[in-house]
């Protein structure tokens, strides 16, 4: 359904917000394998770990990439409780409405898009989420956006460039990691965040270790700002 086709839902500030990212990476530090994709990485107890995650956060940040590529399964699977609105983030393009985010989710999702590909997602789409056009994409804007929206728990899934515009802008407080236990060697595979540039003053914020915990192989941190 189209519900704005403006940005004058988000003119206030952002309030009590907490923004966190949910990641695995191997032991050389690669969220993917050689063909880009995440398959066969990770565990079911993984799976579990990110269900009981996911369940804390009122709404989940998918990047246009991650859709395509991966076609995440976002309903809990392997524990009970609410689930976090699929927030999708498409500002060039369209994504097929045979993904499993339009098929199997609980909740209709969110989708940001932009002038650019307004059409095109509402001749798609309309029925399948509640969609806003975005007259910016900075992080800031879609953070406040959510926020008028009533989101103040939000994860971000969409990526390591993705995470890399939210981290720029020091605006995610958590990270949620975990350790899987594979070497996969090739330089040209992201780690967590995937950006060109090195982060301002980036060894005078230490992220302090909050939880760890150790199943079989893989390890599982947060860490908070």
Same mark, same amino acid.
């Given at each position: ?19 966190? =990212? /949910? ?13 880009? +994709?995440?398959?066969?990485?990770? $565990?079911?107890?993984? &799976?579990?770990?990110?269900? @009981? =995650?996911? $369940? %804390? ?10 859709? =395509? ?6 309903? @809990? ?21 045979? &993904?499993? #985010? ?16 307004? %059409?095109?997602?509402?001749?798609? !789409? ?7 056009? !975005? /007259? ?6 879609? @953070? ?8 103040? &728990? ?10 890399? #515009?939210?981290? +720029?802008?020091?605006?995610? %407080?958590? =990270?949620?990691?975990?350790? #899987?236990?594979?070497?996969?060697? %090739?330089? $040209?595979?992201?780690?967590?965040? /995937? ?10 914020? &230490?992220?302090?270790?909050?939880? !760890? ?13």
């Amino acid at each position: 359904m189209f519900r704005s086709s403006n940005d004058d839902f988000g003119k206030r500030e952002i309030k009590n917000l907490i923004l966190a =990212i /949910n990641m695995a990476m191997t032991l050389d530090g690669k969220v993917a394998r050689p063909d880009g +994709k995440w398959y066969g990485l990770s $565990s079911r107890e993984d &799976k579990k770990k990110m269900d @009981l =995650i996911r $369940s %804390q956060y009122e709404a989940l940040i998918l990047g246009k990439n991650s859709i =395509i590529n991966d076609d995440p399964v976002i309903h @809990l699977r392997y524990v009970s409780g609410k689930e976090p609105t699929p927030v999708l983030l498409i500002r060039k393009g369209i994504i097929p409405k045979t &993904k499993k #985010v339009f098929l199997h989710t609980k909740k209709k999702p969110i989708l940001f898009c932009s002038k650019i590909n307004e %059409q095109e997602i509402l001749s798609e !789409l309309n029925e399948l989420a509640d969609i806003y056009v !975005l /007259n910016s994409f900075e992080p800031k804007n879609i @953070l406040s956006k959510l926020n008028d929206l009533g989101f103040e &728990k939000i994860l971000l899934e969409g990526g390591p460039s993705l995470n890399d #515009v939210f981290f +720029k802008e020091d605006l995610i %407080q958590r =990270i949620h990691l975990t350790i #899987v236990p594979y070497l996969i060697g %090739q330089n $040209s595979i992201p780690s967590i965040a /995937n950006g060109e540039k090195s982060y301002l003053d980036f060894d005078k914020k &230490k992220w302090s270790l909050t939880n !760890l915990e150790k199943i079989e192989d893989e390890i599982f941190l947060t860490y908070d700002l």
